[in-house]
């Protein structure tokens, strides 16, 4: 029987589409065929839109257990973790109160001393949203609507825009006007004693999968 062959859309992560194939993750992503695709980002959570992997087929395992008793199984892989880091000028936000919303579920959390979050989250969740608790009038309140698996490879234009505007170096808004985003990128290059060109070339896509995490 032939491996399936399944196109990555928009969102998709290693894990949402090993929930849905009822596979591993690793099953997937360690497969040869999908080399390639595993070359352009080193977390299973960024995928090119477009790439196809493989699906292996899945294989029948048998357990031997004593009658008139209960088992439990559970299932490896679910749920999936979910990483945050809120950063300020380059340094670690520490010691935040905030809440986590995902798919109806709300989790009260803490950033810690790298100012990261951890939480696990269904493996087909798609979007979340952070709430970060200010505590009067210098640390107000603040809202984030957070696209889970939308990041794309460093190599792709948009993957390097979009962490940059994770990064503070530039707006939504501002990610269409050229200008705007040469100026984010020799802002970065400053940033970072880079030779400030504006241009988004492989020592940039390189520099700021290095700085953002992924």
Known sequence: MGHKKYAVKQGDTIDSI?????????????????AGAKAKSRERSVLMPGDVLTIPDKHTRYDTVPSAKRHRYRRRGVPAVLELRLLEWGEPRV????????????????????????????PTARKARLIVHGSGREQPREEYEIRIGHLTPKEDTAGAVARLINLDYLTEEGA??????AAAVKSFQKDHGMKETGDLDRAVAD???EVHGL
């Open 207 to 209: 520099k700021l999968e």
């Open 176 to 181: 269409e006007d050229e200008e705007q985003r």
């Open 18 to 34: 090993a929930f849905e194939e009822g596979l591993l993750p690793d099953t997937i992503w360690d497969h040869p065929d999908n």
């Open 95 to 122: 010691g935040l109160h905030c809440t986590l919303e995902v798919e109806g579920r709300t989790v009260d959390c803490q950033t810690d001393p790298e100012g990261r979050i951890r939480q696990w989250v269904p």
